[in-house]
């Protein structure tokens, strides 16, 4: 029963773009990918001028998957044209945001979308080499893409001069071993240099100084897998299937307390509470609805009252939280927010490269806050301690997962005050009715 | 002694990059497979490999959740309990990994046969609560499906007589 089947969702709302191909027998073959338009987007972008491409996917107005959201050609824009060092593309294949489970299915079912995706941001940027960094736990992709990149190798899709181009481009993937850290664009390229994955300072960007000193492209799995699709039907027909500025669909990936787990690809600005009652079927077991993590573990929460929001950058952005990577966690009536606050800090506070002090000493005196605060030993002020801590790792820190932990602790504890008021009050988890000291 | 076609790989890994450092997190990985864990053995040989010195090797090690440098059993269990898998019951269901093992988290069975590790998230939050066995993924897990896989494990080694 080894499970190599990502689930996928199955929802007559869906929009299928990026998952069009995923139900197909033999999906992840060149003969199949090719039989359905596949490598035609490639072939297009090697007939027209590499700035042309840039601006293709600028127009389409497509935001990185990986959670920051930032206009993709606009990054691939700033990489200059001349470069006395070789120029690269780096896939960020390390999916390890809690909640989230996308990039997983686009490889699984649909490598070859993946590679021809890389091949067109390479010529766009006119780089020759890229790689495929893919968390060390997703073992076995590396044997599905790899058996895809010598398909395509062999058929003139990648290497040198392809399909009579001029254009010279190799691929490879890499292979992480067990680190949040290393989705960070910049903690992952010193990991590729065989470092230590801790995040360099910025600026300068990777755009301008990436992997090896050289200016480098750093893009998500979901990112790179949209860009065929964007040169083969146009930057408009791409725009206009999500909401203004916010181009395309999005894999949404439903977990936690809903009825029908799974990913699911919707046209970005889709409603959040139609996600969670229509393509989800409601919270598991017909329960109440408590919160919503919209976009994987960083995002901070909204409440029941807060989901009448469309699920594109800019309206969540609007709503006070992210949209993130996409992992929508349903948390229903029966959840202590305390424990759940007290796990997600668990995972920063293990996850924390320990570079910054904000981070590494914020992270973990908020796990043995939380973890004494759930089990039964509460103080007063407690949730103005944490809060405290919380606001002194904010913005403080050298890449992005000090806010991550941060973010979601304070919605928490702004939000939930009075779950922690109880816990106070009656000195034990009013959830779990009784006294759990954790041993972790 | 590593295995011929384990320092083939080697070498193909090390023609992938530009830079031959860059190899050394898959090699160790791929090492550790073969190996059981990063031996003092592999972290020399890893380290003529990519030219550094085997401090540098044994510094990059550290970083990584996944490179062991000590032997972990056989079958090393690693359950999430992340926020996905903890609202579908993870918590119980590596409480109940531990009794049916009978080890904690990070312990080895006497017959060096199975490993625990409470891991964090696997990226298999859509058939949560999830774990994998090595690079196996289990998902929907429940005591029951837990007891059959580990029965079924012990089954296929003739050393396990429980």
């Not at chain 1, 181009?165 to 691929?171: E, H």
């Not at chain 1, 806050?369 to 002020?381: I, Q, S, W, Y």
Request: some cysteine.
């Amino acid at each position: 029963m080894p499970g190599y089947h990502s689930p996928m969702g199955n929802s007559p709302l869906e929009v299928k773009v990026i998952s069009k191909r995923f139900g197909l027998p033999n999906s992840s073959s060149l003969d199949v990918f090719v039989q359905h338009d596949g490598y035609q987007a490639l072939k297009k972008a090697l007939a027209v001028k590499p700035e042309d491409v840039i601006n293709e996917v600028k127009n389409s107005g497509l935001r990185g998957r990986g959670g920051a959201g930032f206009n993709t050609g606009m990054k691939w824009s700033f990489v200059p044209k001349q470069s006395a060092k070789p120029k690269y593309v780096v896939c960020n294949a390390d999916e390890s945001e809690p909640g989230t489970c996308k990039d997983r299915p686009l490889m699984e079912y649909d490598p070859h979308q993946l590679i021809e995706g890389i091949v067109i941001a390479g010529y766009a940027i006119q780089s020759h080499q890229g790689f495929i960094y893919v968390r060390g736990e997703y073992r076995y992709l590396l044997d599905i893409v790899d058996k895809a990149l010598a398909e395509a190798y062999a058929a003139g899709f990648l290497g040198k001069n392809i399909q009579g181009s001029g254009f010279d481009f190799d691929l490879c993937t890499h292979t992480g071993a067990g680190a949040y850290e290393c989705g960070e664009e910049t903690a992952l390229l010193n990991s590729l240099e065989g470092l230590r994955g801790y995040p360099r300072i910025k600026p300068p960007f990777p755009a301008v100084v990436g992997l090896y000193g050289g200016p480098t492209v750093v893009n998500n799995v979901e990112t790179l897998s949209n860009v065929p699709h964007i040169l083969l039907n146009g930057a408009d027909w791409y725009s206009k299937l999500g909401s203004p500025k916010n181009g395309g669909t999005r894999l949404f990936c439903l977990s936690g307390h809903i009825a029908r787990p799974g990913v699911y690809e919707l046209p970005m600005g889709f409603p959040l509470r139609r996600i969670i009652e229509e393509v989800g079927g409601g919270v598991l077991g017909g329960k109440k609805l408590k919160a919503v993590i919209p976009g994987g573990s960083s995002c901070p929460v909204l409440t029941a009252d807060e989901i009448d929001v469309n699920m594109d950058y800019d309206s969540v952005a609007k709503a006070g939280s992210m949209l993130g990577s996409g992992g929508v966690v349903v948390l229903d009536e029966d959840t202590c927010m305390v424990k759940l606050a007290g796990r997600i800090m668990r995972f920063y506070a293990h996850e924390s490269c320990g570079w910054c002090i904000p981070c590494r000493e914020g992270t973990s005196w908020l796990k043995h806050l939380f973890d004494r605060f759930h089990g039964g030993a509460a103080l007063a002020n407690d949730p103005d301690t944490a809060l405290d801590v919380s606001m002194n790792i904010l913005g403080k820190t050298l890449c992005p997962l000090g806010d991550a932990a941060a973010m979601p602790t304070i919605s928490i504890l702004k939000k939930f005050r009075h779950e922690f008021e109880e816990h106070i009050k009656l000195g034990y988890c009013p959830y779990e009715k009784t006294v759990v000291m954790s041993e972790k | 002694m590593l295995s011929d076609s384990l320092l083939k790989k080697f070498d193909q890994l090390i023609a992938r990059y530009p830079l031959k450092r860059s190899a050394m997190v898959p090699l160790l990985l791929y090492a550790q497979d073969e190996v059981g864990h990063v031996s003092e053995e592999v972290i020399a040989e890893v380290a003529r490999r990519v030219e550094v010195r085997p401090i540098e090797v044994v510094e990059v090690i550290g970083y990584y959740s996944m490179l062991h440098r000590h032997p972990v059993g056989k079958y090393n269990v690693q359950v999430c309990t992340n926020i996905s898998c903890m609202l579908r019951g993870a918590d119980e269901v590596f409480e109940h990994c531990c009794k049916k093992l009978g080890i904690k988290n990070k312990q080895t069975t006497p017959d060096g046969l199975f490993s625990l590790e409470e891991v964090e998230c696997l990226g298999a939050c859509c058939g949560a609560p999830a774990m994998q066995i090595n690079y196996d993924f289990y998902e929907n897990l429940t005591p029951e499906k837990f007891d059959a896989l580990i029965e079924e494990l012990k089954k296929k080694e003739p050393r396990s007589k429980m």
